[in-house]
């Protein structure tokens, strides 16, 4: 079975940093576009980062914009999402996203999205 696993969240302090990892499992994701989303308590799935098969387009969310990076590695099939200058409204769960299809662009759209990972809580204090 397909799985998804997201890793690397914690607990930070405003200004800080984490990284978040996504493994892959049951199919090899290289050839497929990757998302983020997360969803804060009682707001929406938000849509925060995607990324093309190759790795060399990347789109975000205006308000994550020079502060995250979503990298891959296919190789290891594992994607990334470097979070630098946390700020408390980044407090959310954070969840990876992938289409079944293979060929798909990077995504804004959950739909665009068949297979999801359990999530993973990112805390930012103030």
């Known amino acids: 079975q397909v799985q998804l696993v997201e890793s690397g969240g914690g607990l930070v302090q405003t200004g800080g940093s984490l990284r978040l990892s996504c493994a892959a499992s049951?199919?090899?994701?290289?050839?497929?576009?990757m998302g983020w989303f997360r969803q804060a308590p009682g707001k929406e799935r938000e849509f925060v980062a995607a990324?093309?098969?190759?790795?060399?387009?990347?789109i975000y969310v205006d308000s994550v914009k020079g502060r995250f990076t979503f990298s891959r590695d296919n190789a290891k099939n594992t994607v990334y999402l470097q979070m630098n200058n946390l700020k408390p409204e980044d407090t959310a769960v954070y969840y990876c996203?992938?289409?079944?299809?293979?060929?798909?662009?990077?995504?804004?759209?959950?739909?665009?999205?068949?297979?999801w990972g359990q999530g993973t809580q990112v805390t930012v204090s103030s």
């Open positions: 990324i093309n098969w190759r790795g060399d387009s990347t």
């Open positions: 996203a992938a289409p079944k299809l293979a060929g798909w662009s990077a995504s804004r759209l959950p739909s665009a999205y068949d297979y």
């Open positions: 049951g199919r090899t994701f290289s050839s497929y576009a």
